[in-house]
């Protein structure tokens, strides 16, 4: 079958990058990559930290803090008074995990498409508390219907304290039809927890219209934004249970902000976070997001072919929009951690392409991303070059 026709490059997208010009940079999904623009925008605002950090820290940054969050929080369709700015997703878990109080016996349940370090934390909160964490195991190749059904009857009401479940995975690139899940678990008396930190910039779906208890996505990857910044969605009932990580001073001014305020830090990455919205909606959101999935499409088709994989064969995201994509490596490798990380760098070494190699479920995977500043010859040299790098062993 014929690979389809790569999307139109977007002109002049990569001199908005500092990337190495001499790298393929084909995985934008592990750390992003910052505009130059936004880069400025932080350093403008580093400057005038730097020019007087008393009056930086203690006339207005508060409300310059308040006023980003409600303009990003706008953009994701979540509730702009609703909703804490925080370093990054893994914070964001970690908060919603301590403030749940969760109690011996109490169990809970996330899916074996969650992301590394969020296991870790549920497995700690745990510990800490004597409850128990249960992973549900969902096939690659699951339909919606059936990721629903599963988790259905992976919920044990009165039991399962919350269900932790990601909005688009990171080790599977999978879609997961979050709505769906979080009202059959709202069925079921369980709170939902949706991991999104890929979703902000890179999907439509709105905060608001998946309904979870507690939302979390980055907006340092597929937003633009410097990296540590991303957003907590927290629904009404659940707002004065949140407590910050770390009490500082605005603890008795409540959610939002006491968990927005974490003591002396640098927080010119927020308040640049709208440069890199204003980048993407310069470059047209629909567009970008078009051209990013079809690129990523089109890439696991070209590797796909080069390395045997039938089309049948390769992962559907299960929706559209996703810009990560998925390729099944030959059986017997990268299938631990270690072997997958060894080879992800032993690709970046000698092909000069950056990717992410996974292991999921004992298997290696590949998992390609398409981004404004990636052109179809990328994949193409990297279709003709893998196979004999993998060949080598
Ligand atoms: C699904 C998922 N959850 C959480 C994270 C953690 O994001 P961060 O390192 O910004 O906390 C990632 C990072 O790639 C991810 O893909």
């Known amino acids: ?35 130059i623009g936004v880069q400025r925008a932080q350093q403008r605002l580093r400057d005038e930290m730097e020019s007087n950090p008393l009056r930086f820290f203690t006339q207005g940054l508060v409300d310059r803090i308040a006023h980003t969050r409600r303009h990003l929080a706008t953009f994701l369709g979540a509730d702009p008074d609703g909703s804490a700015l925080v370093g990054n997703t893994t914070t964001a878990v970690a908060v ?25 934390s549920i497995q700690r909160e745990c510990r800490r508390t004597g409850a128990v964490s249960r992973v549900l195991p969902i096939p690659l190749d699951a339909t919606d219907e059936q990721i629903v059904q599963a988790i259905r009857a992976g919920l044990r009401p009165g039991r399962t304290r919350l269900l932790v479940v990601d909005q688009l995975t ?17 069925e079921n008396g369980v709170p939902v927890l949706v991991d999104a930190a890929h979703a902000p910039g890179m999907l439509s779906t709105t905060v608001s219209s998946i309904g979870a208890d507690f939302w979390a996505g980055n907006l ?17 009932q659940w707002r004065d249970r949140i407590e910050p990580l770390v009490v500082s001073w605005e603890q008795d001014a409540g959610f939002p902000a006491r968990v927005e305020w974490q003591a002396t830090l640098d927080y010119t990455s927020w308040l640049a976070a709208p440069a890199g919205l204003f980048t993407l909606r310069s470059l047209g959101v629909d567009r970008v997001r078009a051209h990013n999935a079809a690129l990523a499409a089109y890439g696991q088709r070209v590797v796909g072919d080069a390395l045997g994989v039938p089309p049948a064969q390769l992962p559907d995201p299960g929706g559209p929009g996703v810009a990560l994509r998925l390729l099944p490596l030959p059986a017997g490798m990268a299938t631990t951690i270690d072997a997958a990380r060894a080879l992800q760098t032993r690709i970046g070494e000698r092909l000069a392409t950056e990717v992410a190699v996974m292991s999921w479920n004992g ?14 010859d990328e994949y193409e040299r990297l279709a003709v070059r893998l196979p004999a790098l993998l060949a080598q062993r």
């Open 170 to 186: 990171s080790a599977t690139a999978r879609l997961f039809p979050t709505a769906a899940v979080v009202a059959v678990a709202h």
């Open 363 to 376: 298997r290696g995977w590949l998992r390609l991303t398409g981004q404004v500043y990636n052109t179809a």
């Open 96 to 120: 919603v995990l301590q403030s749940v109080g969760l109690q011996p016996g109490d169990e809970v349940l996330s899916t074996d498409h969650g992301y590394g370090a969020v296991s870790l």
């Open 220 to 236: 340092h990857k597929w937003g633009y934004a410097p990296r540590g910044t991303a957003l907590l969605a927290v629904a009404p």
């Open 1 to 35: 079958m014929s690979v389809p026709q790569p999307p139109e490059p977007i002109p002049g997208a990569r001199l908005l990058f500092s990337l190495d010009p001499a790298v393929s940079h084909l995985n934008h999904g592990s750390f992003g990559a910052v505009p």
